[in-house]
């Protein structure tokens, strides 16, 4: 993959649009890209394990994994190419552990950013590296709000179902 179809490809992924108008920065990111390819099936990312690696997904189609506390795998979403996705973001920002697991569907192809060269990219370029880093803050905010819903749905629901069972009343009952 040349640097011109890195660069094209950055250009459309979300973390990069503080810089997609921006072709000398996008030319700076694509020269620390990796292309890196698998088969259907392989593990790309393992939950618990430790990480300091950004993947965009260039080809094919991956799931998004999570563990129950019963150790059950479930899939908390699918992404393919077409969608313009990345995951593995918080690996650039922290060297705690994954948070989940991604596994292709199908031959794959991600272009890849170790958090070293981010680092090393972002202390030659600071104004890059922050636009870059305020991206993923937002990307996380987003996320965090949505997992707040979520968990106001699901313990409404909760609630709702204690209450139907005859052992808790509903809130302001009385």
Sequence with gaps: ??????????????LFQGIKDDDERLTKVSGI???????????????GEAGREFFVLNKG??????????NDVFTIVTLTDEEDVFFGE???????????????NTDCEFLVINRDDFDRLGEKDPRLGLLVTRAVGR??????RKTNED?????????GEVAESGNLEEPGED
């Design 139 to 144: 990307a996380l905010s987003t996320r965090l």
């Design 1 to 14: 993959m040349d640097e011109r179809s890195i660069v094209e490809k950055l250009r459309k992924i979300e």
């Design 90 to 104: 918080l690996a650039l920002m922290d060297d705690e552990l994954r948070s989940a697991s991604v596994t292709a």
């Design 61 to 70: 189609t991956v799931d998004v994994l999570k563990r129950t506390l019963e």
């Design 33 to 47: 890209v990796s292309v890196r390819r698998c088969k259907a099936g392989h593990q790309v990312i393992t939950e």
């Design 151 to 159: 968990l106001i749905t699901l313990f409404e629901a909760l609630v």
